[in-house]
């Protein structure tokens, strides 16, 4: 298991919350203000396009595994090449967007390349050529929406699936809203946010997702990380999730059956 220092600037943040589903905000670290920068500076997130937002009113939120790769590179160090400084695939939700708005019809003002994407957001080719980026309105999420949550930054965090994607980074004011990911990094562990539901229509995506995080991160899973892949496994829903993960994340299929060849043998004890 992976330890911070005391010392870490992360770990003062934690401190005071006792409720993993209170959400801290957090001004601009001395290592989320490069990356800030780095973003709005670097083709990847046009300054004209956040200013289009400004005048609507939206807020957007840089969100999943860019911020999540970005917050363990600088906690633990690279994760692999200084390639992925310039991530290739980023998400980003916009809050207060009007449910009758088409983010669609925005977006099109400042990217040439989109369309709508299979889950009803919209991916965009960014100006670098580099960065594909997928658009989400939060009040058309589906984890919202199916977890009954406030349709706004708040309700996106606690509807989250993984702990360690607990947090979203305000691309305009540099604000990172944060509620379990730090401890999730911190202890190198990845537990649920909120349990994943077989009656779920993306319940096996979401756990492809679970297996690509670890794969990814080489933390641990939680106790109840690990006990919904084993039901997974009784059930028989096991080869479906590896065929998903095969699809979108190809070159992690060894890592994920190292993963699950490590969690079966220990469950099985």
Same mark, same amino acid.
């Given at each position: 298991?992976?330890?911070?220092?005391?010392?870490?600037?992360?770990?003062?943040?934690?401190?005071?919350?006792?409720?993993?589903?209170?959400?801290?905000?957090?001004?601009?670290?001395?290592?989320?203000?490069?990356?800030?920068?780095?973003?709005?500076?670097?083709?990847?997130?046009?300054?004209?396009?956040?200013?289009?937002?400004?005048?609507?009113?939206?807020?957007?939120?840089?969100?999943?595994?860019?911020?999540?790769?970005?917050?363990?590179?600088?906690?633990?160090?690279?994760?692999?090449?200084?390639?992925?400084?310039?991530?290739?695939?980023?998400?980003?939700?916009?809050?207060?967007?009007?449910?009758?708005? %088409?983010?669609? +019809?925005?977006?099109?003002?400042?990217? &040439?390349?989109?369309?709508? /994407?299979?889950? *009803?957001?919209? #991916?965009?080719?960014?100006?670098?050529?580099?960065?594909?980026?997928?658009?989400? %309105?939060?009040? +058309?999420?589906?984890?919202?929406?199916? &977890?009954?949550?406030?349709? /706004?930054?708040? *309700?996106?965090? #606690?509807?989250?699936l993984l702990d360690v994607n607990t947090m979203a980074l305000d691309l305009d004011s540099g604000l990172l809203h944060e509620a379990d990911a730090f401890r999730a990094?911190?202890?190198?562990?990845?537990?649920?946010?909120?349990?994943?539901?077989?009656?779920?229509?993306?319940?096996?995506?979401?756990?492809?997702?679970?297996?690509?995080?670890?794969?990814?991160?080489?933390?641990?899973?939680?106790?109840?990380?690990?006990?919904?892949?084993?039901?997974?496994?009784?059930?028989?829903?096991?080869?479906?999730?590896?065929?998903?993960?095969?699809?979108?994340?190809?070159?992690?299929?060894?890592?994920?059956?190292?993963?699950?060849?490590?969690?079966?043998?220990?469950?099985?004890?």
């Amino acid at each position: 298991m992976k330890t911070l220092s005391e010392g870490d600037p992360y770990t003062g943040k934690l401190g005071a919350r006792t409720d993993a589903q209170e959400i801290t905000v957090c001004p601009p670290s001395h290592r989320m203000s490069p990356y800030l920068a780095h973003f709005n500076g670097n083709g990847v997130i046009p300054n004209l396009f956040l200013s289009g937002f400004r005048r609507k009113g939206w807020t957007p939120y840089l969100v999943g595994g860019a911020l999540r790769r970005f917050l363990i590179r600088s906690t633990w160090g690279a994760m692999g090449s200084d390639k992925e400084e310039i991530p290739n695939d980023v998400d980003i939700v916009i809050d207060a967007v009007p449910s009758n708005t %088409s983010l669609h +019809d925005f977006l099109k003002q400042y990217f &040439a390349d989109l369309h709508i /994407n299979g889950f *009803g957001g919209v #991916k965009c080719r960014c100006p670098n050529g580099l960065t594909q980026l997928d658009f989400w %309105s939060i009040s +058309d999420d589906f984890n919202v929406r199916s &977890a009954r949550a406030t349709r /706004n930054i708040r *309700g996106f965090i #606690k509807s989250t699936l993984l702990d360690v994607n607990t947090m979203a980074l305000d691309l305009d004011s540099g604000l990172l809203h944060e509620a379990d990911a730090f401890r999730a990094v911190k202890d190198g562990i990845i537990g649920f946010n909120r349990q994943p539901l077989s009656s779920e229509p993306h319940y096996l995506s979401n756990l492809g997702h679970v297996l690509e995080v670890l794969a990814e991160t080489r933390f641990e899973a939680a106790p109840e990380v690990a006990d919904s892949l084993r039901t997974a496994w009784q059930e028989g829903n096991l080869p479906g999730i590896l065929r998903i993960v095969s699809r979108r994340k190809p070159g992690a299929m060894q890592q994920v059956e190292a993963i699950l060849d490590g969690l079966f043998l220990r469950l099985k004890r």
